[in-house]
């Protein structure tokens, strides 16, 4: 946490009382070079990786002595702080930091020090990009060192992450990709390859991004946008919110992949009872053609009165009674795999029609 601020230490010295020597004049001022030559309460901020004074162009120090030998010491410093974050419900997450001042110099049998009535004050414009400030504590409390107890002083502020960037830039898009897989459902039966397509570029979908004050339109495959968001993050051990909604959505997607692989072993079922039937059709054909030649020797052999021939009549009177037996048991088999195949396409359809409702409402 990188944070400016305007740090105040008051305190009384009666030995730099002055009223009764100019009972005009209202205050003191000074530089910092004077402040070495005062005693000071020594406060610092523990928690910090480094505090910078500002120097524009020199350092921004305020020493003020009052009549009474109250002395008003102020700076304004830059703070950098570790900020320990707990990223579980990331994006949708709150984060408390903390900053701790004490003097470093004193213990409590030396220097007792408290907040002022107004302890914090914020600036009315203050503006974060990621997050926004929702509450700003002070506490006091002594810490127990080796060397006896100091009082710490500690700003606790809680800030509340705008989520907005990561909907549109990671939920949005995802959300998209799971819907689009969610259409193959749409889709008939029978269309496998626009169904197998629409499924695996579900997988691998396109993020269409506008910059629209540059009229620059890019497209960015969009685990590199997650990743991107990742990497932004500290590297954590534990799973993290957005982790889990990627995870969902793969799940999703996987599982509309599945019902698309059972609908096709069916239409793999179909296909082979269709050349099977194929067959079976062929073989009725031929047999039909053949009953030509049946008839054909009928006709000569009508013709001719006589005892063989009429012999040769009956035994082909006998075959057309043979031809019709099985004419009627293909047309049996038939109806039975057409009754079949439509059995297996009424399948493949309702499991379509409630995956189509079922997906939505479990995500």
């Known amino acids: 946490m990188l944070i400016c601020i305007r740090f105040s230490a008051i305190w009384n010295d009666p030995r730099l009382a002055f009223s009764h020597l100019d009972s005009e004049r209202k205050n003191l001022s000074f530089d910092d070079s004077f402040e070495h030559f005062l ?24 020493l003020m002595v009052m009549p009474n030998g109250t002395v008003w010491l102020n700076y304004r410093v830059k703070v950098q702080s570790p900020c320990e974050m707990n990223l579980q419900r990331f994006p949708i ?32 414009d203050i503006e974060i990009p990621d997050f926004e400030i929702i509450r700003v504590q002070t506490f006091k409390h002594a810490e127990e060192y080796k060397a006896g107890q100091w009082y710490r002083l500690t700003i606790e502020i809680e800030f509340k992450r705008k989520y907005l960037y990561y909907i549109l830039q990671c939920y949005f898009p995802t959300y998209i990709s799971v819907f689009f897989s969610w259409i193959s459902f749409c889709i008939d039966t029978r269309a496998l390859p626009a169904r197998i397509i ?21 497209v960015e495959y969009l685990y590199f946008q997650f990743g991107n968001i990742i990497s932004s993050l500290p590297p954590v051990s534990y799973v993290k919110a957005i982790d889990l909604w990627m995870i969902s959505c793969l799940i999703f997607i996987f599982a509309t992949l599945l019902e698309l692989a059972f609908v096709a072993y069916q239409d793999k079922r179909l296909i082979l009872k269709t050349n099977q039937s194929g067959n079976t059709a062929l073989q009725v054909v031929m047999a039909f053609m053949k009953s030509f030649d049946v ?40 109806m039975a795999y057409i009754r079949k195949r439509h059995k297996l396409l009424d399948i493949g359809s309702r499991l379509d029609k409630i995956s189509f409702i079922v997906f939505p409402l479990v995500n």
């Open 39 to 62: 005693w000071g309460p020594n406060i610092c901020v523990v928690n910090t990786k480094t505090s910078v004074i500002h120097k524009s162009p020199k350092p921004n120090v305020l």
């Open 93 to 124: 997450d709150k984060q408390l930091c903390s900053l701790v001042f004490e003097s470093y110099s004193y213990n409590t049998a030396m220097v007792k020090i408290d907040w002022m009535p107004t302890a914090v004050t914020m600036l009315p």
């Open 198 to 218: 629409l499924g695996v570029n579900s997988l691998m979908s396109l993020t269409y991004q506008v910059w629209f004050d540059t009229l620059i339109f890019s």
């Open 295 to 334: 008839f054909k020797d009928y006709a000569v052999r009508a013709m001719e009165d006589s005892p063989s021939r009429k012999s040769d009549n009956s035994s082909s009177c006998i075959s057309m009674e043979q031809m019709d037996l099985d004419s009627r048991a293909n047309d049996r088999r038939r």
